[in-house]
C-alpha cells in the first residue's frame, strides 16, 4: 500500500462567494518532492494554508499521514508560507531558539546543526532584519526544520532569490530529500527551476487541479514525438509495425499516433501509409519542453 | 501548552518594548510622585490659614493610589507584543505546527498578565520608595501582613482581568497601530470622568442612584486598594473581575478560532 503524507478529498474554499479552491484531489507520497505549480492566483497558497491549519476549507477535507486528526499531525510537518516569517529584532539563532522552546527541543546543538545545514553558520550577532532575501528564506527553512519534520511544505521559497540564492536553495531542497528522506510540497513559479528537483508534479488553474503527473510521466510526455492523426488507426498501427517497423509508438486517442525515438522522416511515413489506404489528416513533429507543457496546461490546454 | 509559554516568556523577555515600557512606567512613577508632594506642600502652604488640608503623603497612601500607574504602560506593551506576531507573520509558525488556538491565546493572556503584574508592581513600589524616603511610610494598619497579602492578591486579579480586555482587543484588531491607538482609548475611558458620565446618564434614564463604580472592572484597582475591605465588597469585585476575564477571553478566543490568518 502506498504511503501518503498529504491527501485531500474534494478540498473546497471560497471567500464572500466566490471559489477560490475548487474541489481538490491532491496526493503527495511519502519521499516525493512534489512540485506544486499554478499561476498567481491559482489557489497554491489557499490550499497550503488549508493544510496549515490557516484556513478552514468551506467543503472537504484532507488527512495527513492517513490520518485525520490534523493538530496532531502537523507536529510533523514544517511550513513556510509565503513570506518568511521571522522575528526581525532576532537573531539566526535566536529565532531557532523561539522554535525550539516552542517544539520542545532543549538539544542547543540542533541549532547549530540547522544553521550550518541552512549556511547560516557564521551570522553571528547580525538580526534576522538585516539578512538579505536569500538569508531570511534559509532561515525559514531552517526554523521550518526544527524539530526535525517528517514533511516540509515550503510556499515559493526562491521568489525573489537571485540565481546563485536560487540555486542555493534548490541544492539545498534536494538535498533535505535525499539526505534527510523528508517529502517536500514546494509551490514555485520557475518552472525549469522545479523541473531539476521535483518528483511528482500538481498543476491547479483557477482553483481546480487539473493534472498531477509524476516526473517519469512528465519525460515521457515532454519526450520527442511525431504526432499523426488518421482515420484509422488501427490499420495505420499495423503498417507501422509491420511495414516500417516502428515499435516505439503509442496510441493516444481513437485517432492520434504518437512515434518516439529515432523515427524515419515524415513524409515516408506519409506515404506509406497513404498507399495502404489510410487517410492521414496530419503530422506534426512535437518537440515540447517542460515549462511549455506545464504553461499549456495552466492555461487549460490538453496535452495529448 | 507549556512549551508555548516557554516560547512566549523567551521572546517577551528578549523584547526591547518590554524593557522600554518597564523603564518608562518606572520613570512616571517617580516623577508623578515627586510632582504630587511638590504640588502637596505648595497647596498645604497655600491653605495654612484655611480649613483645607491635602492628604499626608507617605508610602502607605502611595501604595493605596498608584495601583492604576502602571496600565498605559502595559496596555501599549499588549499591543505590540501580540500585534506583531501578526504583523510579522510568525503566528503562522506556531499554528501551522498544530498547537490549538485556545492554547495560543492563553499562552499570550498568562505572559501579558505576567508583564502587567511586573509593571504595576514596580510603578507602585518606586512611588512607595520615593514616598517612604520622603516622609516615611506612615502608621501600619492592624493584620498588616495578612491585609497586605489580600490586597496583592486582589489587586493581581484585577490587573489580570484588566489585561484580558487588552489582549482581546489586540486579537480582534491584529495591526500593531490600530490596537496601541484603541488600547490607549480604552485607557482615556476607562477613567473616573467617564464612570461619573455613566452614573449620571443612568440616573438620568432610570431616576434613580445607580453606583457604576461597582460594576466598572477598571474600579477596582483603587476600590480593592484599601485594608479595610468587607467581604460584600470584595466578592462582588472578585464576581465583576472573574467575569470580565471569562467574558473578554471567550470573545477573543472565539474571534481568533473563527478568523483566517
Not at chain 2, 490587573?159 to 490600530?178: D, E, P, Q, R
Request: proline letters at 2%; aromatic letters at 10%; one cysteine or more.
Amino acid at each position: 500500500m502506498m504511503d501518503f503524507a498529504l491527501k485531500t478529498f474534494g478540498l473546497t474554499k471560497s471567500f464572500s462567494g466566490k471559489i477560490v479552491l475548487d474541489n481538490v484531489n491532491l496526493n503527495v507520497r511519502k519521499g516525493d518532492i512534489y512540485g506544486f505549480i499554478g499561476k498567481n492566483g491559482a489557489g497554491k497558497t489557499t490550499l497550503i494554508k488549508i493544510v496549515a491549519g490557516l484556513l478552514k476549507p468551506t467543503a472537504g477535507s484532507l488527512e495527513l499521514f492517513s490520518s485525520s486528526d490534523l493538530n496532531k499531525q502537523r507536529t510533523r510537518i514544517g511550513t513556510i508560507i509565503e513570506n518568511p516569517s521571522l522575528y526581525p529584532n532576532f537573531t539566526a539563532k535566536e529565532n531557532l531558539r523561539v522554535q525550539c522552546k516552542l517544539l520542545g527541543v532543549s538539544d542547543e546543538k540542533v541549532i547549530d546543526k540547522l544553521l550550518d545545514i541552512v549556511g547560516l553558520s557564521d551570522t553571528g550577532r547580525k538580526k534576522a532584519k538585516k539578512f538579505s532575501l536569500g538569508m531570511k528564506q534559509r532561515l525559514s527553512i531552517a526554523m521550518a526544520l526544527v524539530g526535525d519534520p517528517e514533511f516540509l511544505i515550503l510556499d515559493e521559497p526562491i521568489n525573489g532569490l537571485d540565481p546563485t540564492g536560487i540555486k542555493d536553495v534548490r541544492d539545498l531542497i534536494a538535498k533535505l530529500n535525499s539526505e534527510y528522506n523528508k517529502t517536500i510540497l514546494i509551490s514555485c513559479h520557475l518552472l525549469g527551476e522545479l523541473a531539476k528537483i521535483a518528483s511528482c508534479y500538481g498543476v491547479i488553474n483557477e482553483g481546480k487541479l487539473v493534472k498531477e503527473i509524476t516526473a517519469s510521466e512528465l519525460e515521457e510526455a515532454c519526450k520527442e514525438c511525431l504526432c499523426i492523426k488518421v482515420d484509422n488507426i488501427e490499420k495505420a498501427c499495423d503498417i507501422l509495425e509491420n511495414k516500417i517497423n516502428i515499435t516505439n509508438y503509442e496510441s493516444i486517442n481513437e485517432d492520434t499516433i504518437n512515434i518516439y525515438g529515432d523515427f524515419p522522416n515524415s513524409a515516408s511515413i506519409n506515404s506509406e501509409l497513404l498507399s495502404a489506404g489510410v487517410g492521414v489528416n496530419s503530422i506534426i513533429k512535437k518537440d515540447k519542453d517542460v515549462e511549455a507543457y506545464f504553461i499549456d496546461l495552466m492555461e487549460g490546454k490538453t496535452n495529448d | 501548552m507549556i512549551n508555548l509559554l516557554k516560547a512566549d516568556l523567551y521572546k517577551l523577555f528578549k523584547n526591547k518594548s518590554f524593557y522600554i515600557c518597564l523603564v518608562l512606567s518606572i520613570l512616571f512613577s517617580y516623577m508623578g510622585t515627586m510632582i504630587n508632594f511638590a504640588y502637596n506642600s505648595f497647596s498645604n502652604a497655600q491653605s495654612m490659614y484655611s480649613l483645607l488640608q491635602m492628604p499626608e503623603l507617605n508610602g502607605i497612601y502611595m501604595f493605596k493610589t498608584s495601583f492604576r500607574g502602571g496600565m498605559l504602560f502595559y496596555s501599549i506593551f499588549i499591543a505590540i507584543f501580540i500585534a506583531s506576531e501578526f504583523s510579522w507573520q510568525t503566528i503562522k509558525n506556531i499554528v501551522s505546527r498544530g498547537f490549538s488556538r485556545e492554547k495560543i491565546y492563553i499562552s499570550k493572556l498568562i505572559s501579558c498578565s505576567l508583564v502587567s503584574i511586573i509593571i504595576t508592581f514596580s510603578y507602585v513600589l518606586v512611588a512607595v520608595l520615593y514616598a517612604t524616603i520622603k516622609s516615611g511610610f506612615g502608621k501600619l494598619p492592624s493584620h498588616f501582613v495578612l491585609n497586605l497579602i489580600r490586597m496583592i492578591l486582589l489587586e493581581c486579579l484585577v490587573v489580570i482581568s484588566i489585561t484580558s480586555l487588552f489582549v482581546m482587543v489586540v486579537f480582534l484588531i491584529k495591526g500593531i497601530a490600530g490596537s496601541v491607538a484603541t488600547n490607549l482609548l480604552i485607557n482615556f475611558f476607562s477613567g473616573d470622568l467617564i464612570v461619573l458620565g455613566i452614573t449620571l446618564l443612568l440616573e438620568k434614564m432610570f431616576k434613580k442612584d445607580v453606583d457604576v463604580n461597582k460594576y466598572w472592572m477598571f474600579s477596582y484597582n483603587n476600590i480593592f486598594a484599601s485594608f479595610s475591605l468587607s467581604n460584600d465588597v470584595v466578592f462582588r469585585g472578585i464576581v465583576v473581575c472573574v467575569l470580565s476575564l471569562v467574558v473578554f477571553t471567550a470573545i477573543g478566543i472565539i474571534s481568533f478560532k473563527k478568523r483566517d490568518i
